[in-house]
């Protein structure tokens, strides 16, 4: 669709824009007297496709270390290991 309708207030500013005359005709009876719509038509841009032609990364990057515990989570997760407590995950 290369279209749409703008519905403007009786001074001339924008209300809306609608993608459908009956939306536009509808708003204008909505709020009464002096509201009018117009169709405004637009020419979409052309589409241009590219595509990637290497997959090489910039000298120097490297990726994130892997995360590792902190040793009070590490040691935490021992002791429940060797109890007989269960863990609560509300």
Sequence with gaps: MNEYW???DPL???LANTGSINDAIRLCEMRGHGYT?????FIGDQVI???STT???LPGQIGLPAS???LED???Q???RASNAKVFVP
């Excluded at 719509?37 to 038509?41: A, E, G, L």
């Design 12 to 14: 001339g500013k924008k």
């Design 6 to 8: 703008e519905v403007l």
């Design 74 to 76: 590490a040691q935490q």
């Design 55 to 57: 997959d090489k990364q």
């Design 68 to 70: 590792k515990l902190k």
């Design 49 to 51: 496709d590219v595509t």
């Design 78 to 80: 021992l002791e429940l």
């Design 37 to 41: 719509y117009r169709q405004v038509k």
